[in-house]
């Protein structure tokens, strides 16, 4: 009797210690299996790396650069012939889904083998397992089998309405990396600026990358806008965009490009105003919202697209090139000769039907060059190109509709993958943002896969995109600001399965950690609101905060009496016993979070009731 006591409580001390070892397995996205060992594998600097082939060596390039920014070294590069080493195989193994991986920790080597893309992404996995213990780095004994829930996982950044240096797009595709995102989704072109070479139309950067003047403020903020006076803009030459490729696809990330059309279009009839189709002089606007100006649908303007997509097409690889397709408004069409005479001539129905039109020119061309297109939901309007992929961004609807009709979607809801919306509903604590409501949370919840679609249709749903439109994103600190760790929720929406999804693990567990290593890479990150639980506490008839940041390392400081809280308030160590209130009044606690690298937040409150 008592041996069988022994072994029921060996069991569970055994399950106990499992939970505790698995919940230290803190990567982001979560991983598919996870299987943890008895031991742990020290790296130090005399560990060895080994890579026998070609695609091996530079995934294994790729570890010595994230081990570099992380720890400030990296590891000897061999071909084989030890055994107390890191070794990567990359291989076409049938057992592993595309892009997956196994990775297994022993106490004396690693081993991590999937196609070259799996390696890379159990390097990623492998990065974010090493514990540091002072100067020791090691990593729990452990197996993991992982691939990814969706083959797209994408975030897209506009560098229409302000530019960003090669350096910043850098910073970004790192951390895409580092979460296992894969596509990267250029937006090069709006009303506001173009912002990539085109060699046989030079005007486009010397006259539609730059605005003489920007509004201040938000786009409703004043009945007549008031402009900041600087010349804004810029644009990346064809070697700066090759670089650009070539350092993705380094990190397993596809560059699409997007080249708007047919509105968005302003830019580009500031410098070549004979595709447009008012004679009128345009210029590059400092303001935002929906243009009227749009291309018009004549020969010329097609023999331009077609040049401009030549060259798009020898910088980028992608399978697919973005043709925009979307918020055009037809008034200049309505009223254009040559429109209204090109909708007779092809028996279509109205302006919408027209640009169904246009739109499926530009794919037949794409296609004749082996290239795929994919635009914005408006592109169903008027009638779907044979061949189109859909990013659905004004809800679901759009994207329903097309995997209905067998077409390829991306879900991009605006109300849960916009990364310009604001991130507290008090904007007075929040900097400009276009509008909207996302919290983290929000975003994490996404599930691409709406219920509206049959088991069948729902195969059509490709992945899912963050998108991070800078209207009010002037520099690189506040484009940083608004996209982490929002993209840390969605790379986990994107990669892991619904079921093996967890909010409180991905907030408590994993994310504290993740945001660390962000500010080892210099993110300038924005720091989440804590968790703030309050009880009753019996024996003193009082309320017990209790306050648990989510960035490893920090310090929060707090007030509960209504006064500003900083890094002169009190320091918190434990549970707080909220005062006694005389008056009745309601308190408030305050606090900031101070990261490791003394970053502060925003200060944030919350009502003690």
Do not use: C
Not at 39 to 67: C, E, H, P, R
Not at 95 to 106: D, N, R, S, T
Not at 464 to 474: A, F
Request: net charge neutral; glycine share 8%; hydrophobic share 40%.
């Amino acid at each position: 009797m008592k041996k069988a006591f022994f072994m029921i409580l060996l069991a569970v001390s055994a399950r106990t210690a499992f939970a505790q070892v698995a919940d230290s397995t803190m990567i982001i996205p979560r991983p598919a299996s996870v299987q943890i060992e008895a031991g742990s594998f020290t790296i130090n600097k005399q560990t060895k790396l080994v890579a026998n082939t070609a695609d091996a060596k530079k995934v294994a390039d790729m570890f010595n650069y994230f081990l570099q920014k992380k720890y400030g070294f990296g590891l000897s590069v061999i071909p084989g012939g030890v055994n107390d080493a890191i070794i990567l195989k990359v291989s076409s193994d049938p057992k592993l889904p595309k892009e997956g991986y196994m990775l297994k920790v022993a106490s004396h080597s690693v081993t991590i083998t999937g196609d070259k893309a799996g390696v890379f992404y159990g390097v990623q996995s492998l990065l974010q397992s090493i514990n540091e213990n002072g100067s020791r780095l090691s990593v729990h004994a452990v197996t993991i089998n992982d691939n990814p829930n969706f083959a797209y996982r994408g975030l897209m950044l506009d560098v229409g309405r302000h530019f960003f240096e090669v350096s910043e797009i850098k910073k970004i595709l790192d951390v895409m990396a580092y979460l296992k995102l894969n596509r990267f989704h250029w937006h090069l072109t709006d009303d506001q600026g173009w912002r990539l070479e085109i060699k046989k139309y030079p005007k486009l950067t010397a006259i539609s990358a730059w605005r003489d003047s920007t509004i201040i403020g938000s786009y409703g903020d004043n009945k007549q806008f008031i402009y900041d006076g600087k010349r804004s803009g810029g644009f990346y030459t064809q070697e700066q965009a090759r670089e650009v490729v070539k350092y993705a696809a380094d990190r397993n990330i596809t560059i699409i490009p997007e080249i708007e059309m047919p509105g968005h279009s302003t830019a580009v009839l500031a410098a070549y105003p004979e595709f447009g189709n008012d004679p009128a002089p345009y210029h590059v606007p400092g303001y935002w919202g929906v243009h009227k100006t749009i291309y018009s649908p004549g020969e010329p303007t097609f023999q331009f697209l077609q040049d401009v997509l030549t060259e798009v097409m020898a910088i980028f690889p992608s399978k697919y090139i973005h043709v925009g397709g979307d918020e055009v408004p037809k008034d200049e069409w309505k009223t254009s000769a040559l429109a209204q005479s090109l909708i007779k001539q092809n028996n279509l129905k109205d302006e919408n039907e027209l640009q169904s039109w246009f739109i499926n020119r530009i794919e037949k061309f794409l296609n004749k060059n082996g290239r795929s297109l994919i635009g914005w939901d408006e592109i169903l309007e008027g009638g779907l190109s044979p061949n189109a992929t859909v990013m659905s961004w004004r809800g679901e609807q759009g994207g329903i509709e097309a995997a209905k009709q067998s077409h390829n979607v991306v879900m991009t809801p605006g109300g849960t993958m916009y990364l310009d919306h604001a991130q507290a509903k008090d904007n007075k604590t929040e900097p400009l943002a276009i509008g909207g409501y996302l919290p983290l949370n929000v975003v994490y919840g996404y599930n691409p896969l709406p219920a509206a679609l049959t088991t069948d249709q729902q195969k059509f749903i490709m992945g899912v995109q963050g998108n991070m439109w800078t209207e009010y994103v002037p520099t690189g600190a506040k484009l940083e600001y608004m996209i982490f760790p929002r993209a840390a929720a969605i790379a986990e929406v994107g990669w892991t399965t619904l079921a093996n999804k967890n909010y409180e693990n991905f907030t408590t567990k994993r994310l504290p950690l993740l945001l660390r290593d962000l500010e080892k890479f210099g993110i300038n990150y924005r720091i989440p609101e804590a968790d703030v639980v309050i009880n009753d506490d019996i024996a003193s008839g009082r309320k017990k905060i209790t306050i648990t940041a989510f960035v490893a390392g920090s310090k929060v400081y707090y007030t509960v009496d209504g006064h500003k809280a900083d890094n002169n308030a009190g320091l918190y160590t434990e549970p707080i016993l909220a005062p006694f209130s005389n008056n009745g009044k309601q308190l408030t606690l305050k606090y900031v979070i101070v990261t490791p690298g003394n970053r502060m937040s925003n200060e944030y409150s919350v009502d003690i009731k």
